[in-house]
């Protein structure tokens, strides 16, 4: 009796533990199925590459970052930002951009206050609107060893990636202090704060009802893989849960390393249960622990049972990750039935969205100019059968690999006002029963004329050609006639001393180089002002320079940016002639000049004392005198040396 009792105890103490999490996992059916995108999404941005590194290039006056992207489609978008690393954080001198890519791609560039030089295929990346930078053609290499060993003549790597399937890409320049200092790709690698990206596509969301559980819990279960490294870092999650009547009752499941903590905004009240801690967005000083999870899929959906969920409304896999968003409906979306499987990929059509994106007029010289690469056209699988201005007679030409279409101001339909051209380009394409059109405008800009001015006081009453070599130089650059339908900044601004002076960069990137430059308030008429002081020591004192501006240039209801630059030359006189000290030469001459008189005087007073003395009270005399190599070291060490402070510039003679 004993015995059948103690086998009856093993027996309902083993099946005890069967209905932990473990057993109800086991037990858990849930046929993962495809949810709706229009009721269920997960996007998310990370900084983990399939491939990359990241280098350090101390003092590098050119650095190189270098991207690979891979596309599944034939034509892609893409957003690309480069980004310094505060908005007036230092950065080189000059960047390089490498980009490849395996199909066409759409670019969209921003690089605000960045000296920017690109490298790619032109064949392959088109730009939604030219770079206003220095573009090199790629060689056509085909492995990545050839490009890096390239890239590297130009300049130090700072940073490689490979990307799958990029939509957005924000780069941060001036993030690798703690990197090392040679750039070695590694497979995968987190690129850290260098490099933030999000895919074209979201992640996959899937969704199931669970069996046997009544009531109406919906779970949203997360899984984020973890990092290559295991630091504490924090993952910020936006939820956004929509309901047709009343609040959704839901529960967030996160599971991930338990060095990640979450910073929840959600926009109605939810259960969480994460591996690490987590706070709310609402109250970011409240820290809750987390508790462990489940690792496996069938534990996490044991888990959800658990808490009474009967629908898991969306589960998604995501690499490491920084920022993510999930979106959802109550009802997850859940399809009632298993999604068909297509047999066949869908045939890519001509895009008009994209078609119209290459639609980019020039103008200059009374003459609007519109011209389309048929390759890309060609890659967007779109037929032409014609392509005109407003008036029809005037229609492209085909001109070997473009088509192109020009007309002066006066015809093809074109509309003038003081400063824009403005037309409409109609396309007709097979695909499309009614031609596209677009408006076009282009920056008229015969009218405008720029004037640069030195002055020698903040009051800008009268310029100058000339200025005394730290005295502070007040700079106004004015557009005539003004109007306040063209506003105009200041780009950049540098003084050119000629070849044997490096060049001082007075501005760049609309923001002052340094403490010596100061933006001033705009004068009359939205003149550009700035003031700055710059002293030079160096032999032989510099005469003369040439002090270039650059103005970007905006007009009303035109998204269009022009630039132009301006310049004059500048007479510099030393302070020193002019009453107020000696240059450095002279300084020099008569240090020596008196070290020879003193010499040579100390000579005829000792011939005199040993030839006057009589003989015999004269006395062995033990001279001791300061060794010529003293004083010429010294004057060695004068001439040889710079002397520089924040507002000059220094070379050798």
């Given at each position: 009796m004993d015995h059948c009792a103690l086998v009856l105890g093993v027996a309902l103490l083993l099946a005890a533990c069967g209905l932990g999490p473990t057993g109800l996992a086991e037990n858990v059916h849930c046929d993962l199925q495809p949810v709706d995108p229009h009721r269920g999404e997960v996007t998310y941005i990370t900084s983990q590459v399939s491939e990359g590194c990241v280098a350090q290039t101390p003092g590098a006056t050119l650095e190189v970052h270098i991207l690979f992207l891979e596309f599944p489609r034939a034509v892609s978008q893409l957003e690309l930002t480069l980004q310094a690393s505060k908005p007036n954080g230092t950065h080189p001198q000059e960047v390089l951009l490498v980009l490849v890519t395996n199909t066409n791609v759409f670019l969209q560039l921003q690089a605000p206050g960045i000296p920017l030089r690109l490298a790619y295929n032109a064949s392959l990346v088109i730009f939604q609107e030219p770079p206003k930078v220095n573009v090199t053609q790629l060689p056509p290499f085909t492995t990545k060893t050839k490009i890096l060993d390239w890239a590297a003549t130009k300049g130090p790597i700072a940073s490689v990636a490979s990307l799958d399937d990029p939509g957005n890409i924000l780069l941060r320049l001036g993030q690798a202090a703690k990197?090392?200092?040679?750039?070695?790709?590694?497979?995968?690698?987190?690129?850290?704060?260098?490099?933030?990206?999000?895919?074209?596509?979201?992640?996959?969301?899937?969704?199931?009802?669970?069996?046997?559980?009544?009531?109406?819990?919906?779970?949203?279960?997360?899984?984020?893989?973890?990092?290559?490294?295991?630091?504490?870092?924090?993952?910020?999650?936006?939820?956004?849960?929509?309901?047709?009547?009343?609040?959704?009752?839901?529960?967030?499941?996160?599971?991930?390393?338990?060095?990640?903590?979450?910073?929840?905004?959600?926009?109605?009240?939810?259960?969480?249960?994460?591996?690490?801690?987590?706070?709310?967005?609402?109250?970011?000083?409240?820290?809750?622990?987390?508790?462990?999870?489940?690792?496996?899929?069938?534990g996490l959906l044991g888990k959800a049972r658990m808490l009474n969920a009967s629908v898991v409304a969306s589960f998604a896999e995501l690499p490491p990750a920084r920022d993510i968003s999930l979106r959802a409906s109550c009802?997850?979306?859940?399809?009632?039935?298993?999604?068909?499987?297509?047999?066949?990929?869908?045939?890519?059509?001509?895009?008009?969205?994209?078609?119209?994106?290459?639609?980019?007029?020039?103008?200059?010289?009374?003459?609007?100019?519109?011209?389309?690469?048929?390759?890309?056209?060609?890659?967007?699988?779109?037929?032409?059968?014609?392509?005109?201005?407003?008036?029809?007679?005037?229609?492209?030409?085909?001109?070997?690999?473009?088509?192109?279409?020009?007309?002066?101001?006066?015809?093809?339909?074109?509309?003038?006002?003081?400063?824009?051209?403005?037309?409409?380009?109609?396309?007709?394409?097979?695909?499309?029963?009614?031609?596209?059109?677009?408006?076009?405008?282009?920056?008229?800009?015969?009218?405008?004329?720029?004037?640069?001015?030195?002055?020698?006081?903040?009051?800008?009453?009268?310029?100058s050609s000339t200025m005394e070599l730290g005295q502070q130089g007040f700079v106004q650059v004015t557009m005539a006639p003004s109007t306040p339908d063209v506003t105009f900044l200041l780009e950049s601004c540098h003084l050119d001393l000629g070849p044997e002076a490096d060049t001082v960069e007075l501005i760049q990137g609309q923001a002052a180089k340094s403490s010596c430059v100061s933006l001033l308030p705009p004068g009359p008429d939205g003149a550009a002002r700035f003031s700055f002081l710059l002293r030079v020591y160096r032999v032989p004192v510099p005469t003369a320079g040439t002090l270039s501006c650059t103005v970007t240039l905006t007009a009303k209801n035109l998204p269009q940016k022009v630039q132009r630059s301006v310049s004059m030359r500048v007479n510099l006189v030393s302070s020193d002639l002019s009453g107020k000290g000696l240059v450095l030469p002279a300084v020099?001459?008569?240090?020596?000049?008196?070290?020879?008189?003193?010499?040579?005087?100390?000579?005829?007073?000792?011939?005199?004392?040993?030839?006057?003395?009589?003989?015999?009270?004269?006395?062995?005399?033990?001279?001791?005198?300061?060794?010529?190599?003293?004083?010429?070291?010294?004057?060695?060490?004068?001439?040889?040396?710079?002397?520089?402070?924040?507002?000059?510039?220094?070379?050798?003679?």
């Open positions: 990197s090392p200092s040679f750039c070695l790709p590694e497979a995968p690698h987190d690129m850290g704060r260098t490099l933030e990206w999000r895919p074209q596509a979201p992640a996959s969301v899937r969704g199931c009802r669970l069996e046997g559980v009544a009531g109406h819990k919906e779970a949203h279960i997360l899984r984020v893989q973890p990092g290559p490294s295991d630091e504490p870092r924090t993952v910020t999650l936006k939820v956004e849960l929509s309901c047709a009547a009343g609040a959704p009752d839901a529960v967030l499941i996160l599971q991930a390393a338990p060095y990640v903590s979450w910073v929840i905004d959600a926009n109605h009240n939810v259960q969480v249960w994460t591996t690490g801690g987590y706070s709310f967005k609402i109250f970011p000083e409240k820290h809750i622990p987390g508790s462990a999870l489940p690792e496996t899929l069938p009802g997850g979306g859940l399809p009632t039935s298993p999604a068909p499987v297509p047999t066949t990929p869908p045939k890519e059509s001509c895009s008009p969205h994209l078609l119209l994106s290459m639609v980019q007029p020039t103008c200059a010289n009374g003459v609007m100019t519109l011209v389309l690469n048929k390759d890309h056209v060609k890659a967007l699988q779109c037929d032409i059968t014609s392509l005109t201005f407003w008036d029809p007679t005037c229609q492209a030409k085909d001109s070997n690999d473009q088509l192109v279409l020009r007309s002066n101001y006066s015809g093809c339909g074109m509309q003038m006002t003081p400063h824009t051209i403005s037309n409409e380009v109609v396309i007709s394409i097979l695909s499309e029963s009614l031609p596209l059109r677009k408006n076009v405008k282009c920056f008229h800009m015969e009218g405008l004329s720029f004037h640069l001015g030195l002055y020698l006081s903040s009051h800008f009453l009268q310029a020099l001459g008569i240090t020596f000049g008196a070290f020879l008189i003193g010499a040579l005087l100390t000579a005829a007073l000792w011939f005199i004392y040993s030839h006057t003395r009589p003989p015999g009270k004269q006395e062995p005399v033990v001279a001791v005198a300061a060794p010529a190599s003293s004083e010429s070291s010294s004057t060695n060490h004068s001439i040889g040396s710079t002397q520089s402070t924040p507002c000059s510039t220094s070379s050798m003679a």
